[in-house]
Nanobody, 122 residues
């Protein structure tokens, strides 16, 4: 079992920045991939970014490429999502996830954080 606890998020004006963090605990030695997804009201959960658990091979959704950066602090089993140049359309609940297969589908990931709200105002 793996537990994920998210922190960060909040409200910011368009053009601003936020950093989300996700602390993993439990049986992390069996993990291969980590990711961030988001879900806006009335919409499906959407892929944002993913990376191998080793901290390499990052992939991003086209909508966030060049603005968001996924990373991992190996010493602390913590993953982060640095979000710059935020836009109102980035408003959503953001979820961290980990699993055994890196990819863009939510089905690749077995464990999920509780979600944290990000609101970007124009």
């Amino acid at each position: 079992q793996v537990q994920l606890v998210e922190s960060g998020g909040g409200s910011v004006q368009a053009g601003g920045s936020l950093r989300l963090s996700c602390a993993a605990s439990g049986q992390t030695s069996n993990l291969y991939a980590m990711a961030w997804f988001r879900q806006a009201p009335g919409q499906d959960r959407e892929f944002v970014a993913a990376m191998a658990w080793s901290g390499t091979s990052a992939i991003y959704a086209d909508s966030v490429k060049g603005r968001f950066t996924i990373s991992r602090d190996n010493a602390k089993d913590t993953m982060s999502l640095q979000m710059n140049t935020l836009k109102p359309e980035d408003t959503a609940v953001y979820y961290c996830a980990v699993g055994r297969v890196r990819g863009t589908s939510h089905t690749n990931y077995n464990y999920w954080g509780q979600g944290t709200q990000v609101t970007v105002s124009s």
